[in-house]
């Protein structure tokens, strides 16, 4: 026995461990001998055994038990920044992590669906948007083809729905290429001051057929001779779209009221409806693509892209959309656009104030 306990002694005073920890490696690396039975042989403090590896010799060997350990100072030199007084932090910073990764993939996932359901609700918004306008104007393009028309007035009359509709298909195709541009980041404006009165009238003038076909009047009350700098064909799709949303929220034989007015370097445009107008818990939401206020949303139709467009359009100008409560009821979209003056031409439109 005291062969092998010498022997033992060699191994620990051989370098073992590395120079950095010292000369001599037996303050940081004991060995422990015992028999079979736990008869002690040789060794270190039972101190050390918390850092140790054990295992049993060969029979030739005497089958002894031999245990490697390492010193507590050994192991915080070893182990970069020491080793943890606790593992609860280590658990607790697990556990938070793992939490924070299961919260972040449910917000993933609800995204996901709710990006998929608006998706299928743009399309099918979409596929009933353009089916209407080409059934009508496939009916009465039959109904010309195949001379069914009674009189001169009937074939006017088709033909003002067959130019109406083409009219509403290419509102809505135009919406659709001004999203997708707009998602890629294409769209660009070219400002040139024009006569804003001039153009309102054009623009109401051209959207005059959709009003009657829904019972309903214009009113106008727009300032003369006001230049403003825009973009024609944009502010075109602004009032478009705004009219088109007074139209198909507002009841039958309402009155829908557009005026412009000019004060400080602004023109302010405003369209009234007489439709329910937009809660206040809405008004915040509905300039968002897809957005529908569920109230209406399946009595009114639509691509629910319309008034997401008109804002970028109007931001695009400088300009500020909002949207109030009309009196005594309905909705009241104003727009705001900088750089208005007076313009030194005349109108060549009536002063009276103008209905349709």
């Known amino acids: 026995m005291s062969f092998i306990t010498g022997v033992f ?19 940081f690396l004991g060995i422990s001998i015992s028999t079979a039975d736990g008869q002690h042989v040789f060794g270190f403090s039972s101190d050390w055994s918390l850092y140790a590896s054990e295992s049993v010799l060969e029979d030739e060997l005497g089958a002894l038990r031999l245990t490697v350990a390492l010193s507590p100072a050994a192991a915080d030199r070893l182990i970069i920044g020491g080793l943890p007084q606790s593992r609860l932090p280590v658990i607790a910073g697990l556990i938070v992590l793992t939490a924070a990764l299961v919260f972040v993939g449910i917000i993933q996932l609800r995204r996901e669906y709710e990006l998929a359901r608006l998706r299928a609700d743009f399309i099918s918004g979409v596929s009933h948007e353009l089916r209407t306008p080409l059934a009508q104007i496939r009916m009465f393009g039959e109904t ?9 007035g009937e074939r006017q009359r088709s033909l003002a729905i067959i130019v ?4 509403r298909l290419t509102r809505l195709i135009e919406n659709i290429l001004h999203f997708s541009r707009a998602e890629h980041g294409a769209v660009s404006l070219s400002l040139v001051s024009v006569r804003l009165d001039v153009l309102l009238h054009d623009i109401l003038d051209g959207f005059a057929p959709l009003t009657r076909s829904k019972r309903a009047s214009i009113t106008r009350r727009i300032e003369e001779e006001v230049m403003v700098p825009v973009d024609a064909g944009a502010l075109r799709q602004i009032m478009l779209n705004l009219l088109d949303n007074a139209v198909k929220y507002g009841p039958p034989d309402q009155t829908i009221t557009v005026s412009a007015a000019h004060a400080h370097g602004m023109v302010t445009i405003a369209v009234d409806d007489q439709g329910p107008g937009v809660d206040a818990e809405h008004a915040s939401q509905i300039w968002r693509p897809f957005y529908r206020v569920a ?4 009595e009114a139709g639509g691509t629910g892209i319309g008034l997401a467009i008109v804002k970028q359009l109007v931001e695009l100008h400088q300009g500020r959309i909002s949207v109030e409560q ?3 009821a309905g909705a009241r979209f104003v727009v705001t656009l900088p750089g208005a003056t007076h313009a030194e031409q005349p109108n060549p439109w009536p002063k009276a104030v103008a209905s349709i």
């Open 326 to 328: 009309a009196e005594p």
């Open 295 to 298: 109230a209406h949303a399946q």
């Open 164 to 167: 109406q509709e083409s009219q």
């Open 144 to 152: 010309l083809l195949l001379g069914r028309v009674r009189s001169d």
């Open 9 to 27: 002694e060699r191994i620990v005073e051989s370098p073992l461990l590395p120079p950095s920890l010292g000369t001599d490696t037996r303050d």
